[in-house]
């Protein structure tokens, strides 16, 4: 009996005590794919996906990367988690990292391709796709040659990748082209620690065949994010929304057309704030000038309507980390939205609704009919038809004459029949004539 519960005890203790060495010993290795474009919302994937890799004590982040390219902040910005990050960090070249996709790969500690994968060519431009300006050109070479030389890796490779004066004759670049590496060359000069076939050709020559692997996923708020942060959809948005506002100020009710700019004004925060470049003060700014140019409607002066388009204008910058792009977006929204008002106004005779509400579209001339009130004592007693509203003042028809008049108080429909009750100066006062006269109105 004394035996067998000693053996007992002896399976209870092994149980309890293999899983933990086995668990302690098994690596961890975090995967994060960089594909498509680099931009913002990418960025904010990186980032979280750096931050649980380091909370889950990770052994290796590999970056499965396939990507054209993309914005050189982003790319920045990114680099920079790559290299504060304590955890080793391999760069795994799947068909191609090209421009920002290139200098992400030199900011890994190390560079693995796959045969036929490509690795350069990483001029930066604008917007329109032409070459930046100098400025933009001189801090790209620093940070390229920069990104090589933390790895020990020859600079002048990094630079001849962003710079077509640049000749390598043992590479057969005649000063005319952007170095792009292939697989062999990467090795060659250093900027590859070799060429596998896959993921699983890596961990083996890595030592991690066994390790445990953990995927890094967007969420779906996180793909959303990315395609709203992306800089060709950022002004697409903006023109949306400015065209459907201004649409909707030619419309005599709020409709789709004012829907759907709002809709896409809230799409363009959503985005960036999924993203963590925008904060809800950006968004409660946006709503801010919103209202202050409503209520310029209502009270016009010019200040209001001034604050208001500052504080919508303001509420946008805050939402980027590229003021530059930002402004291009903004003067591309502007002209769309300018563009939509002229068509509005020349082809469809459209006038601005809230604007047509507040002023007297009649003209009131002598050609019309229309008289000055001045010293119409003999009105008094008189009736006439309403011909406008009277909110109080408006327009009475009294014997084939227009007169203005104002009302005792109260808002009169047009076509109401009135009585002239009182003459003061130019000031002539009628009152709805189902209502009797009192002989001291009279007067």
Known sequence: MKTLFSFVCFLILATGLFPTISTADVKRVHVIPVNKTVENGLLSFLNRSIEEAENDG???????????????????????????????????????????????????????????????????????????????????????????????????????????????????????????????????????????????????????????????????????????????????????????????????????????????????????MVAGLAGMEALVLFIAGIILLLLEIVVPGGVLGLLGLGAIILSFFMSTDNNVEMGISLVIAIVVALGGAFVMMKFFKRKLTPFKKMVLNDSLNTESGYVSNQNRYELIGKQGKTTTPLRPSGTVLINEEYVDVVTEGGYLDKDVLVNIIKVEGSRVVVRKLTEPLKKEDLN
């Open 58 to 272: 990770a052994d290796l982040i590999i970056l499965d990367i396939d990507t054209p390219g993309g914005a050189v902040d982003a790319a920045s910005e990114i680099a920079k988690s790559l290299t504060s990050t304590p955890i080793p960090t391999a760069a795994f070249v799947d068909k191609k990292a090209l421009s920002a996709g290139a200098y992400i790969a030199l900011n890994a500690d190390q560079i693995y391709m796959t045969p036929g994968s490509t690795m350069g060519s990483a001029a930066v431009i604008d917007q329109q796709g032409n070459a930046a300006g100098k400025k933009a050109q001189s801090y790209w070479l620093s940070a390229m040659k920069s990104a090589a030389e933390q790895n020990n890796r020859n600079p002048k490779y990094a630079e001849a990748m962003a710079n077509t004066k640049m000749v390598i004759p043992e590479l057969n670049l005649k000063g005319n082209e952007l170095l792009t590496l292939t697989p062999k060359q990467a090795e060659q000069v250093g900027y590859s620690e070799g060429t596998v076939k896959n993921l699983d050709d890596l961990l083996r020559v890595l030592g991690y065949e066994d390790a445990k692997l953990t995927y890094a996923k967007m969420s779906v708020s996180e793909q959303i994010a990315r395609f709203l942060t992306h800089p060709l959809v950022v002004p697409i948005l903006l023109s949306i929304g400015a065209l459907g506002i201004v649409i909707e100020l030619f419309t005599p009710s709020f409709g789709i057309a004012g829907s759907i700019g709002i809709a896409s004004l809230f799409l363009f925060f959503y985005g960036h």
